[in-house]
């Protein structure tokens, strides 16, 4: 091997999804060089010696809110991405609900814009909505990297689309190939169940659950994996909440529907018995449930039914968060920089392998989003997008350190073992010694270059709703 790796990582224990090897890692040009024994590899201009340390592929987190536009005193590109990479996050994908969402080629030019200023890789979520079934050809000719579809409400009261809008939007996106991620809670059922349950005054933290049963999940997912099946068009579900709705799942993938599935930790870490003592920090949408609901979540990642882990990164400030009535708390909270030391404690207290670690959180998003090979991989050829975790190094989670602007998480105080102490992102450090590497702002690129989703299977083309108006015109 004749040039000389930019970097040289030595010393470490390198992870994939099914392997643990001791090996040396050579970065040139962004790239993963060469990965090799111990000592095989050549000197690089810069080395890091990981001795005692493992090289994991970066997390790739398919579902944050990084609020810009129109909410920049929760989050912007800087601080939020920031925040991934202090947490070995090396890709984030961004959801449409800011204000204005990204409903047109418009709004997108805006959110490329903001997101100059990103320290990680990033993908852009173009909306699914009532109004914008005409926007989405522009959108996908414009470099969306998926689609975001409000099945139920949540922040920013973007109308939940009527299943004949959604029915259309399938159409339009199957022959593309983009994945549609769900918010899948059907809306009507929440919105009824939620003004009863204030009109009979009930304001405490678990009202919130009581207004978003298990049953509103697994309705939507079932109704959307029918939509998707009629129309070959690729989902999501995004935040997995209940073991109700992972029949419906199940059901859908053994039917060869092309859908997959995403948990966030606080969906494993907590359940309803942590309402009383977080109050309205805990509310988030859909609700954190049952401890067996955790459970079913659990086997389900083991079992390959739940694809992925990502972290629904939702930022408020602690006063949006803090409130007497629970209708009146923000839902949702920031996870993005803590979501990989949670994970991390979980494989240092037996429950999972590091492998499963780096298969839910690198791999299976870098798979079903079409960025694999190139991303969610330690090999040569691949974006050296690495994670250097110390599994043994123990740190306690606080607000008030977070990168993020929200200093308000339901995981204060909480002590974890397994902490990311380097980020690169293409072999560039963004995070180095717990230190954000302020230096590499701007450093972070969206993923359309090197995104390749598999050719789609569209079924039913000649019945479309654009197919019957055209024979209409004909």
Request: proline share 6%.
């Amino acid at each position: 091997m004749s040039a000389t790796p930019d970097l040289l990582i030595h010393g470490g224990t390198v992870v994939s999804g099914d392997a643990t090897v001791k090996a040396d890692v050579a970065v040139k040009d962004g790239l993963v060089m060469a990965v090799g024994a111990p000592g095989t590899l050549p000197a690089g201009r810069e080395s890091l010696d990981a001795t005692g340390l493992h090289v994991l592929p970066g997390a790739i987190d398919v579902h944050v809110h990084f609020r810009e536009p129109g909410y920049t005193h929760k989050e912007d590109w800087e601080t939020g991405t920031a925040a991934a990479a202090m947490g070995g996050t090396t890709t984030v994908f961004e959801m449409p609900n800011t204000h204005p969402p990204t409903r047109s080629i418009t709004e997108l030019r805006q959110k490329q814009e903001a997101a100059k200023k990103a320290y990680v890789d990033y993908g852009i979520y173009g909306l699914l909505a009532e109004d914008n079934i005409a926007e989405l050809p522009g959108l996908i000719e414009g470099g969306v990297n998926a689609f975001k579809c409000f099945m139920g409400n949540t922040f920013g009261n973007l109308p939940s689309p009527s299943t004949g809008a959604m029915l259309e939007g399938f159409e339009i996106i199957a022959p593309s190939g983009l994945r549609i991620s769900l918010h899948a809670e059907t809306a009507s059922i929440m919105a009824w169940r939620q003004k009863r349950l204030m009109e009979a005054g009930r304001n405490d933290p678990l009202a919130h659950v009581a207004a978003r049963p298990a049953v509103v999940a697994a309705e939507a997912v079932a109704r959307a994996a029918i939509l998707a099946e009629w129309t070959g068009a690729r989902l999501h579900v995004l935040h997995i909440s209940s073991g109700l709705e992972l029949g419906p799942l199940r059901d859908a993938k053994a039917r060869g529907v092309d859908i997959t599935g995403g948990t966030c930790p606080c969906y494993l870490l907590l359940d309803t018995r942590d309402y009383g003592r977080l109050g309205s920090v805990i509310r988030v949408n859909p609700p954190v449930r049952e401890a067996s609901d955790s459970e079913a979540i659990w086997a389900a990642l083991k079992d390959g039914t739940v694809d992925l882990v990502e972290t629904d990164h939702a930022p408020h400030t602690p006063e949006e968060k803090t409130k007497a009535v629970i209708w009146e708390a923000d839902c949702g909270f920031p996870g993005v920089e803590t979501q990989m030391p949670l994970m991390l404690n979980e494989v240092a207290k037996g429950r999972m392998s590091v492998e499963d670690y780096v298969r839910w959180s690198a791999e299976n998003p870098a798979k079903r989003f079409g960025l694999w090979p190139v991303k969610g991989r330690i090999a040569a050829g691949a974006h050296a997008d690495i994670a250097v975790v110390d599994l043994t190094r123990t740190e306690t989670i606080r607000a008030e350190a977070l990168h993020s602007r929200a200093k308000v998480t339901p995981f204060e105080g909480k002590a974890v073992t397994g902490v990311p102490v380097h980020t690169l992102v293409r072999g560039r450090f963004v995070q180095k010694d717990r230190r954000l590497v302020t230096e590499a702002r701007g450093h972070g690129r969206q993923v359309t270059d090197v995104q390749r989703m598999p050719a789609p299977t569209v079924a039913n083309a000649d019945k479309t709703l654009a197919a019957e108006i055209a024979r209409a015109r004909a």
